[in-house]
């Protein structure tokens, strides 16, 4: 690990080319994302900042600064738009924060697969697919703003992921190039797997510069919710429709009540205290689903074309995944989440047994997904009115206790994460291989260190 | 049932305008289907045979037919290309067949849907539907000549059922327009679920006329072949890459030794007494597919673009599904075949068990496809080294006892088939609505008799 970063705050005058930010409030807000979801990384990342920002706009530009602080032993922070929860961005040895959100050019879109640099935004780059016929496989509701370097180096997927899985599942993303931190960085294209030793480290073991990745069809996606007296009724619509291989889907969100009472600008389409499921579905399946809402007892409550969704500039994918614990944040400050996988085998017994265990204190909300293997399930990002670090563990532990994997989203550490407690041998490697001096976020990674 | 068919033969001369056909060797090949693959079938089946065909071109000559025939109390039996299994087109009592094959104008193709008459053919239907970005979302292996009208009234699925399910999973078929058998016979639509009330239904509930379903992006799919000298491990890759939800496929196919060593036009490529998986994938999953196949000791040993496909008007899809057993027959002519359902949760086990059970006699041809709520599972065509009835149905009872679901090929009546001895009530309401005087086919269906 580095031990001079005494030198970062010069390194402006040795490259007065490039675009680089100073103000300490700028730089401290560069050095943030939203970890502030939890109370625990509030706290444990609080005052962690870089010293200084820098906003490359070209691969030659990222190559002298890299190049410089590998001489300088100065820690690179990799960031992009900072839509991330775990201080992905947040610097712990302070340093230089990498601003990648100009390095942001649409490279090509050939068949159906898409290259870009890793500052773009997804928004962006579905906009530059969509008149090609194809889009993102995969769209996190922070898709305005966040980055495809950002969703490769520690997001999960989003919208798409019950058809395509996680990101991880293989054939999603296809190839990266990668840059090393030495004194003469070199730049590597990674492919398929290899790529994949990259994924979900927080930009901790190389620099991300490009990603290729594969592309769904661009679909004219309409949007409903559907709202229920009935709870289980609301689960099973959100099993069934999300399960069923002909009715073609890009989104199935379950929202125990009250959830859906904290999204006070659907609040004149919702009924209050309904249990809502929201769906982002292919115009073809829409009648299916009427049918089935009307036979399970559920009412369509909001009903969008593609057309009104476009027009209107508000899509319901903005109710979903991380959204929906930062619309319910805004109400109500005393909330905090945590990230759950259920059992393909049995997800709606262990959603059911759950509710009734922790009614009132955790608000189910669980988004429909295949896993990386394929198996049809859901994960969730429940909401909890939290108390005290102890009772969130209990509650965590509680869900451990029927079975439910936990993600937990109150660690920093890439092996506390989704890593389970240890990096594969492959990870370690490409940190060896791409940041020998171990200078990218020096702590984010707790089980290596430099030769 | 009708019991008046005498006038059959007299048809023609009320009607002299229709396409008549009256020449006892073609009206006995238009009274056939492919049910001689079944031992059984070719014996019950024997000398039943319509007594005159006609081939209407629209619907005002198809209405024509049908008015004439509830007014003669004629039996009617549709038939499209005559590629089914099961007798679907064999005239159990008689009277007119009604084939519809040249009844196949394509009507249109907005969005992702597509509506034709009943006798277009899959694979104009296809061709059609191609340079507006979609393609059929299944394609049984006879698509070059079976009708979508046939594969509606007794198929199954095919090709694309790994995505879609079979054809009877909600959202694949919008709507159908059907012909009521009266003397002045009504044409009413039914959409979605009522639609599915004919399904698989043999023709016997209803004339469908039309047939409008939901389509799938069209994609230009590669075709190849892995073979491996390991049975597990090629059972693994069809498992694997077929469940992958980041590796989009449209056909996997498990071939276990010596079933390849039937396809007599591929021998150049493949090497004897392997084991062989058959997959049809897009461009940007072959290089996982590669990886995964070099994993798991399989050898890439047939790859031919989409172009290629194209230019060379060979397809592999015509060595799956019922094709294998084709192919296998025309070698030998001491095989037939049964239909089998895996269970998701347990198919390899299974598939491995009945294997160590029966190898040599019966040999392991499996589909991977999604079920009809979305499991992805794998079901059989296996073929059989036939001996006697008597031990064809000791094997299925072999299989029904480790669990598999067991889909009798060897019966002809609508009840004995997968609809496993009961017609549901709403089927049996369809036939009372549509065909009262039950005129379609006397004898396909067991449990219903005219008021």
Same mark, same amino acid.
């Given at each position: ?27 401290? /807000? ?71 959100? %100009? ?87 990674? /492919? ?50 999300? %399960? ?29 205290? %309904? ?19 009307? &036979?399970?007892?559920? /009412? ?13 500039? &508000? ?75 102890? /009772? ?60």
């Amino acid at each position: 690990m580095s031990t001079c970063t005494a030198a970062a705050t010069d390194l402006p005058q040795h490259l007065p080319a490039l675009d680089w930010i100073t103000d300490p409030s700028r730089v401290a /807000r560069l050095s943030q994302d939203f970890a502030w979801f939890s109370p625990v990384l509030k706290r444990e990342l609080s005052g962690k900042v870089g010293e200084v920002v820098v906003r490359p706009r070209t691969e030659d530009e990222i190559r002298q600064v890299v190049a410089l602080c590998a001489r300088e032993s100065v820690p690179i922070t990799v960031r992009g738009s900072g839509t991330g929860n775990y201080g992905q961005c947040t610097p712990l040895a302070g340093g230089v924060v990498l601003d990648l959100s %100009a390095y942001n050019g649409f490279l090509w879109c050939r068949g159906a697969v898409g290259r870009a640099q890793a500052g773009i935004r997804l928004a962006e780059f579905d906009e530059r697919c969509r008149p090609l016929g194809h889009e993102l496989r995969w769209l996190p509701s922070t898709f305005r703003s966040a980055t495809l370097g950002g969703l490769f180096g520690g997001g999960f997927g989003g919208a798409g992921s019950i058809n395509y899985g996680p990101l991880a599942a293989p054939g999603n993303v296809l190839g990266v190039r990668v840059m090393t931190v030495e004194p003469e960085p070199q730049v590597l294209e990674l /492919r398929g797997p290899d790529a994949m030793l990259l994924h979900h480290t927080y930009g901790t073991n190389g620099i991300v510069l490009e990603l290729e990745v594969a592309l769904a069809p661009a679909t004219p996606w309409t949007e409903c919710l559907v709202e229920f007296d009935d709870y289980g009724a609301a689960l099973q619509l959100a099993t069934e429709f999300g %399960a069923a291989p002909g009715l073609l889907k890009k989104e199935v969100c379950f929202l125990g009540a009250p959830i859906a009472d904290y999204f006070t600008a659907l609040a004149e389409h919702l009924t209050p205290g %309904a249990h809502v499921v929201l769906l982002v579905l292919a115009p073809e399946a829409e009648a299916a689903l009427q049918a089935m809402a009307s &036979r399970l007892g559920g /009412r369509l409550c909001y009903r969008k074309s593609a057309d009104e969704v476009a027009a209107s500039h &508000r899509t319901l994918l903005e109710y979903t995944w991380n959204h929906t614990t930062l619309h319910a944040l805004k109400v109500d400050k005393g909330l905090t989440y945590i990230q759950t996988g259920f059992d393909p085998q049995r997800f709606q017994a262990q959603v059911l047994a759950l509710e009734a265990a922790l009614a009132g204190e955790v608000l189910m909300h669980l988004e429909f997904l295949r896993t990386k293997e394929g198996a049809f399930t859901c994960s969730g990002l429940q909401i909890i009115r939290y108390t005290t670090e102890a /009772r969130l563990n209990e509650i965590m532990q509680i869900y451990r206790d029927h079975g439910v994997f936990i993600n937990n989203p109150h660690v920093y550490v890439v092996e506390d994460g989704k890593q389970a407690g240890q990096l594969a041998p492959g990870v370690l490697a490409m940190k060896q291989r791409f940041d020998p001096q171990g200078l990218l976020n020096p702590g984010k990674l707790r089980s290596w260190a430099p030769a």
